[in-house]
């Protein structure tokens, strides 16, 4: 497989398809209820990724969180939302009873052969995000996205064009349903390094061979998430994507070593 050079080390120096652990692999039979815990995060460094997908919220205080919901009831039982919490006050909550909740620093740290596709879900850690990469001169390790389309403009302008961006929803539609790599790309500016994007969306098949034939031709990766399915993964692969995001790691690994395609290395 061959893919599209897009101008980012983050996808360029690493042989396709990207093999993504997302939220660490958060239904793998030994990980269930412990997405975006160091744990989990460990699990899929041991079994050889190192593409880690999670998402980042901010505290009140400032610091960014690993970590997906903007309350903390679903995966913790505590009641609160992030941004009326300091990140000292959850120096006793625990996910699934056992894990505390890491910051993006500690990620960082904890995993420096690692590269991180993180999902920007809150208005208030896009500045914090970009101040984040600056500091740790970190901005060939991560690719950001959102679906808010607000977020993803406001990271481009402050990162200036250093950190590769995964296309908003309409930059999506425009390779879904234009024409052409050409015209698409004079739509939408062209100016993200990928499509991440589900296979299907309802009724829609949104990763079309034309999709990626035409995100292709305009030097864009395809990334699909979020891919439990062995056969799926194939049929997907098949159709020429560059990387799988899945939550069962143990599954795409298999894969992937069947087709000679499992590389556990940076």
């Given at each position: 497989m061959t893919a599209p050079r897009t101008g980012y080390p983050f996808l360029d120096d690493h042989p396709i398809p990207l093999a993504f652990a997302h939220r660490g692999g958060a239904t793998h039979p030994h990980l269930v209820g412990l997405e975006n815990t160091m744990a989990a995060f460990r699990h899929a460094v041991a079994l050889g990724y190192r593409y880690l997908e999670t998402d980042v919220h901010a505290t009140r205080d400032g610091v960014l969180l690993?970590?997906?919901d903007a309350f903390l009831d679903r995966v913790t039982g505590t009641n609160?939302?992030?941004?009326d919490i300091d990140h000292a006050d959850l120096a006793d909550v625990r996910i699934a009873g056992t894990e505390p909740i890491p910051t993006l620093g500690e990620l960082f740290e904890a995993f420096p052969d690692c590269r991180f596709n993180i999902d920007v879900k809150a208005e208030a850690a896009v500045p914090l995000l970009a101040r984040f990469l600056d500091e740790h001169g970190a901005h060939d390790r991560v690719l950001v996205g959102s679906f808010s389309r607000r977020r993803?403009?406001?990271?481009?302008?402050?990162?200036?064009?250093?950190?590769a961006t995964s296309a908003h929803p309409l930059e999506v539609a425009a390779f879904r349903f234009l024409p052409s790599a050409r015209m698409a790309t004079l739509v939408t500016g062209g100016h993200f390094?990928?499509?991440q994007i589900p296979h299907r969306q309802g009724p829609l098949t949104v990763?079309?061979?034309g999709l990626v034939r035409r995100a292709h031709a305009a030097g864009k990766h395809v990334h699909c998430w979020t891919i439990d399915d062995p056969d799926e993964m194939r049929l997907l692969l098949d159709r020429?994507?560059?990387g799988l995001?899945?939550?069962r790691t143990d599954i795409l690994r298999d894969v992937l070593v069947d087709r000679g395609l499992w590389r556990d290395n940076a």
């Open positions: 690993a970590f997906h609160g939302g992030l941004l993803l403009q406001r990271f481009r302008r402050l990162s200036g064009g250093r950190v390094a990928a499509l990763t079309t061979p020429g994507v560059d995001m899945t939550d």
